[in-house]
């Protein structure tokens, strides 16, 4: 008698030409540039808080590099990502360069002020007594600041995605600045002080002023020895303080002269 066995189906045999899946996509290096060079360009934009944003543009430089090398070799998906981080990182790394030369700027300045003492017509000491009133002239170091008009209870700058909302109220404080000095010295909104009637200080709202105000003229403007010109300078305060005067320095390290901005 024949013993019969079982009949089992043929294994299967991959069909000739079958390619294996693709490799998923390798995104993280343009997701983790952008993400770098986007927080690093906001961080650029704070005086010296911006310090960290060097280290994050930079960075963020490399990983969306490499991003893009992925994306164009058909390693990633994400090449517009990588490019934005590109984008992002490269402006940062500017403003950074920027603020290093505004700073190193305003150190010479400060060593020309002390040894060439008595240039200043009116100095602040952080109150909100003041000596001069709008209209009239105040220098420290090489600038010559003229205070013309005080715009404050502005509550948004700008529109659509760049839109600016204050948390109280933005005082917008339009100033002509002159370069009374031998060389060419570094104008920024963000070395002037804004004070109330108790004498307590506001800084400038230098990203509300570039993101909407493009004739700002007060983000790191290098002004030349004899040339002048006028600028905004945006300020936050809360809605039931006024501005009572506004302390002009021409770096961050001089001693500043105050103008009245009420009387």
């Known amino acids: 008698m024949t013993q019969q066995f079982p009949q089992y189906p043929p ?6 030409g079958h390619l294996a899946p693709p490799a998923p996509p390798q995104n993280g290096f343009g997701t983790a540039g952008f993400v770098l060079g986007l927080v690093g360009l906001l961080f650029s934009f704070i005086p010296l808080v911006g310090v960290i944003a060097w280290p994050l543009v930079i960075l963020g430089l490399i990983f969306a590099g490499v991003g893009l090398a992925r994306a164009r070799a058909g390693r990633a998906t994400n090449k517009g990502l990588a490019i934005a981080g590109l984008a992002c990182s490269a402006l940062g790394l500017l403003v950074c360069i920027l603020y290093a030369s505004a700073f190193a700027s305003a150190v010479s300045s ?3 002020d002390a040894d060439a003492p008595g240039t200043t017509l009116a100095t602040g000491s952080g109150d909100a007594q003041a000596t001069a009133g709008l209209g009239q002239e105040v220098r420290d170091g090489s600038f010559a600041f ?6 404050p ?5 700008g529109d659509g995605f760049l839109k600016s909302t204050a948390q109280g109220h933005y005082v917008l404080v339009h100033l002509t600045v002159t370069n009374i000095g031998k060389d060419a010295q570094m104008f920024s909104g963000g070395n002037q002080k804004l004070l109330d009637a108790q004498g307590r200080e506001f800084d400038a709202d230098t990203g509300a002023a570039v993101m909407n105000l493009p004739d700002s003229q ?8 004899g040339n002048s010109v006028n600028g905004t300078v945006v300020f936050d305060m809360p809605t039931d303080v006024a501005p009572a005067a506004i302390e002009l320095h021409d770096s961050a390290f001089s001693g500043g002269a105050t103008v009245a901005l009420t009387g």
Request: no cysteine.
């Open 218 to 225: 007060s983000f790191l403007n290098n002004i030349n020895p």
């Open 11 to 16: 294994p299967y045999q991959q069909p000739a």
């Open 110 to 112: 400060s060593t020309t």
């Open 146 to 151: 003229t205070v013309t008009k005080v715009e």
């Open 153 to 157: 209870g502005v509550k948004t700058l």
